[in-house]
């Protein structure tokens, strides 16, 4: 059997699953989780063998099997699936992390009253994930672009019951869907420019000069802006952060391997676009590098272990946009190649954080402590992820990090270089900080932490295996990743090999900012003598504890305002329009009232009536026979 051009199974069985757990769910209750497992190591073990052949396969063209679905004025609108070397990998990424994510919320949601549901839930948003990844055209990738937003509304509102929950589903959506407007604009800009959908299409109408510099600027930055709302860069950054009010399988599958990698996919996916427009790639760029020094910044203060971690994310997705900007063989491969790696140490990252919080019951760092012992298998999975994260030999972190700042330095950008290694120092500093304040120290659980159950530690110890070695798959000394994505690149030079590999010392200052950043965390909050401060006053340390007060900016500016004009609004329809409708009403009313009145059977009225009428007609005629002129 041909494995690529059965591809459109993988998506298939979560979706499966979905119906499934729809019309059954509610019977089966926590055997829900055994439907959702299977269909996603099912999936899974089909992305394997689907990148397995086109690993081998190597230099040949990739699979585009299509389908007519609407005809519009001579223009055909099609449906299908592809398999390039991106998505190749994207599927085995997205699958591998459903299926441990399914595992692990096995045991972090036991008992829950809506144990099926939230697995329905899950099946519909890797259903809707794939379906982006697979898409082959714009339009289609569009679709699924939007349902995936769904099912992060039903996700992250999973609480509905907690107002901060549901506060938390609405921001996110209405957020995005800022984004999405964008987007929405580009993809028909793109219609009515290029006259189709299809990637391949508008790919050779640029390399073929039929767009002016100008049109492809407009469309890669609207594109932009739609990966702008679902991977949270600044300043649609807001919606993730507030995300944390999902359960925590929830939070790894969206800031991991899901929704956040939406957007960065995209970009990489029309990376063409930005190879043929310098301003759109230095859009991306600048936002990338801004988010990346922006978001870590934030992560230094925060109290609550859920948003340090997704001021993380949202750092190291700029960290992903920042490479992707570089319009370089290079920075295409840091990018996409940092999008793997932090998959698998931020979705561990998070499933070791909902093991502290299972245990200890509050998310406040400061009211942890001394969990080492009582926790060595979530204390030593954790460890890893902060090394990976940080950047540290040989950690998959490491790996990718290094390109990232190869590809920015290559690229000419050198304040943005800066920025990122300044943002790799913050990293390194909050996610000890982080380590420390959890793991070491006094014990301040009450003695009840323990270690969680089997079904979340060992989907925690197969992604800290994935953390430590990912990064071998593409080594200076042996790219087979970067060699493979970049095949047939327009920017590979002449021997299709992508660009060198940065300079020797690019990789010791990025070591030795991530160690510095570890050392001042352990004598801040880890040497054994240092009493914790939390680190209240001082100006930098308010404006990062409360987010540089960007949510208090919106709401002053955005929500008041347009509340504040919804109430203009609202009463203009009140007492204008409604008014006007209410008077005429009432006029007629009245005169229909003044008519009835008179109609009440009375021989006298209808007399008088008579009379008076009578009076009325003599008088008028006497008038224009001119008696009175």
């Not at 459903?98 to 692990?104: A, E």
């Not at 359960?247 to 957007?263: Q, R």
């Not at 940080?390 to 390109?403: D, N, Q, T």
Request: charged share 10%; with cysteine; aromatic share 16%.
């Amino acid at each position: 059997m041909d494995m690529l051009a059965n591809a459109w199974l993988i998506p298939l069985f979560p979706l499966v699953a979905f119906v499934l757990l729809v019309c059954f769910g509610r019977q089966m209750k926590e055997a829900s989780a055994y439907i959702g497992i299977l269909a996603t190591l099912v999936s899974f073990i089909v992305a394997v063998l689907v990148f397995m052949k086109r690993f081998a396969e190597g230099a040949q063209d990739y699979i585009n099997i299509n389908f007519n679905w609407v005809t519009y004025a001579g223009h055909k609108i099609t449906m299908g699936f592809e398999v390039t070397q991106l998505n190749a990998m994207m599927l085995v990424i997205v699958t591998l992390v459903s299926m441990l994510v399914n595992i692990y919320s096995k045991g972090y949601m036991h008992g829950d009253e809506r144990f099926s549901v939230f697995y329905q839930y899950l099946a519909l948003f890797t259903f809707s994930m794939l379906g982006v990844v697979l898409s082959p055209n714009i339009l289609q990738l569009y679709i699924f672009w939007e349902l995936v937003g769904v099912c992060s509304f039903l996700l992250v509102g999973f609480y509905y019951f907690k107002p901060e929950a549901r506060a938390a589903a609405k921001k996110a959506f209405i957020v995005t869907r800022i984004g999405d407007v964008g987007l929405f604009i580009g993809i028909c800009l793109i219609f009515w420019w290029v006259g189709s959908f299809d990637y391949s299409d508008i790919f050779n109408k640029i390399h073929a000069g039929g767009l002016e510099p100008w049109k492809i600027t407009l469309i890669g930055i609207l594109i932009f802006i739609g990966a702008v709302g679902k991977s949270g860069q600044f300043p649609l950054h807001t919606w993730l952060p507030d995300a944390m009010e999902g359960p925590t399988p929830v939070s790894a599958l969206i800031h991991a391997a899901t929704m956040v990698a939406a957007g960065v996919y995209l970009v990489a996916r029309m990376y063409d676009v930005y190879l043929a427009s310098s301003t759109a790639a230095n859009v991306v760029a600048y936002i990338g590098g801004f988010t990346a020094i922006f978001a870590a910044s934030i992560g230094l203060t925060q109290r609550d272990i859920k948003r340090v971690l997704a001021y993380s994310t949202v750092s190291q997705l700029g960290y992903m946009m920042l490479a992707l900007g570089a319009a370089s063989a290079a920075g295409y491969v840091a990018g996409t190649f940092h999008l793997m790696t932090h998959a698998f140490f931020k979705a561990l990252l998070f499933l070791a954080a909902g093991s502290v919080i299972h245990a200890v019951h509050t998310q406040d760092i400061f009211e942890m402590g001394g969990l080492w012992k009582k926790m060595r298998t979530t204390g030593i999975v954790f460890l890893i992820g902060c090394l990976a994260i940080s950047g540290i030999f040989p950690f998959a972190g490491f790996w990718s990090k290094e390109e990232i700042l190869g590809a920015t330095y290559a690229s000419g950008r050198y304040d943005l270089f800066a920025a990122a290694v300044v943002a790799a120092f913050f990293t390194a500093f909050y996610m000890f900080r982080l380590f420390f304040l959890t793991f070491t120290g006094e014990d301040k659980s009450g003695g009840h932490a323990h270690e969680s159950p089997s079904v979340m530690t060992v989907p925690m110890m197969i992604l800290a295996v994935l953390a430590c070695i990912a990064g071998f798959i593409n080594t200076p000394w042996k790219p087979a990743l970067g060699e493979w994505l970049t095949y047939n690149f327009a920017a590979l030079h002449a021997n299709g090999q992508a660009e060198q590999s940065s300079p020797v010392w690019i990789t010791a200052l990025a070591l030795i900012v991530s160690l510095s950043g570890i050392y001042f965390a352990w004598v801040k909050y880890g040497k054994r003598g240092t009493a914790v401060s939390t680190g209240e006053g001082g100006l930098f340390y308010r404006l990062s504890y409360h987010k540089y007060y960007i949510d208090e900016i919106y709401d002053a500016v955005f929500v008041r305002s347009l509340k504040a004009t919804g109430r203009v609004l609202q009463a203009f329809d009140t007492y204008i329009i409604d008014g006007l409708v209410r008077f005429v009403a009432y006029f007629t009313r009245g005169v229909g009232g003044a008519g009835t009145s008179v109609q009440n059977g009375r021989i006298q009225t209808y007399g008088a009536v008579a009379f008076i009428g009578l009076v009325l007609l003599l008088a008028g005629l006497t008038y224009v026979g001119g008696y009175f002129g």
